[in-house]
Every structure is written in C-alpha cells, then in structure tokens.
C-alpha cells in the first residue's frame, strides 16, 4: 500500500505557553515535528508529506534542511485545523488519484510508532470508509457543573467512548469532499473522521497505544521525553 501524508502544522500552541509553537520545541535531541515525521519518512510507501505551516512560519525551512527529504513539501494553512488540512489536500493534486489513500497526522504527537503505523495501515487496507486510531477510556469520567472550584454533577458512562488519536487515514477524494462539504455548511470538524461521519459514513477504529499522545501541556513533553528515551533504549545496538 502506497499513500501520502498531510501534516497540519501551522497551529501556535497557546495552551503551551510557550514563546515557540509547540511542535518545533525540542526533545530527545530533536524537535517534536521531526518526531512526528519520521515514521513515513523512513517508511518507503509513502509517497509524498504536505507540511502545512502558518504564513510566517520562520523555523519549518529549518526543520525541511536538516531531513532533507525530496519528499516534503510545505503549503500555507488556515485558520482552523480543518482548513489547514483542506489545503494540504488540495497541495497533492494533480498527482494523486480520486481512491489514493492519504494519512492526516498531528504535528505535536511524536510517540507513533512504526509498529502503530502498520498496524492502521494492514486494518485499512479494505476498508473503503477509511479509519483512525483511537484508545478506549479508561477512567471514570465526571460532569462537571460550576466555575472553578468545580462540583462533580454525574458519572458519565464510557461505554464505547474512545480517544481519537492519529493519523488518520482516507481515500482523498472522500475526504476532500468530507471537508468541502462541512466548510459549504458552515461546520467545522474536530478532527477528519468526524468530517467523515457527517456524510453517514461509519470510519473504523483501529486500536492504537495509549504512548501516541499530543503534546499541550509541558507536562506532555516531559512524558514525550520519557517515551522517546526508553524506545531508544530498547532498540538494538
């Protein structure tokens, strides 16, 4: 299976707090976007990675030389997620066909594994309305009433909820018309399997690992440190 990424990439991170969008912060030696990338980057089916950056983004040049990969390529974003994906998707045209399968994943999450990619990749293959990885909820989940302090109001149920995770992957003409729909509507989509289900189509779950997370918070970019100190360790010498 062949297949081309789009990376949007062109968020501030203001959760962070940081004076440098998250995803060019540096862990583990590198920054986190290089993380990010270099599961397809050393994965030869794919074919093509659309970085989308903000308009003045000054560091992804930077970034783009030090992988020097002919493969990648940069397009300016949009205001929300969703309209920065939709340029990346239209960045691949004329070279990718209407079925092409196409990979959305968040620049700020450095964990995915190569061992995670290839299991989405073999669980999508036949499945026309494409899918994402997601992890079930574990903790007992509260409603929350009031302004901080908060009260806890109710237990809420977490049968069958899951936490989406990425990449997640679609045939490129279902997607792009997805987001052009949701844009025409006036509906901006949380993420691209959502974009997916408003159309009535059902994306399939694939189980990913709960270490695939996202940066916001600095506490997650020490967790990240953790993580990307121990795979190292573990590979072999």
Known sequence: MRYRVVIPAAGSGRRL???IPKQYLEVAGRTVIEHALTPFLTDARCLEVVVVIAADDARWPVVERALADRRLRSVPGGAERADSVWHGLAALQPAIAADDWVLV???????LSVAELET???ELAQHEAGGLLAVPLADTLKRAVGDSPWQSAKTV???????????QMFRY???RRALEEARAAGRTPTDEAQAIEWTGRVPQIVVGDVRNIKVTTAADLELVAALLAARSAAEPR
């Open 17 to 19: 707090a940081s004076a």
């Open 105 to 111: 994943h968040d620049a700020a999450r450095p964990c």
């Open 120 to 122: 989405l990749l073999h």
């Open 157 to 167: 149920d977490r049968s069958g909820l899951w936490r989406a995770l990425t990449p």
């Open 173 to 175: 003409a279902l997607l």
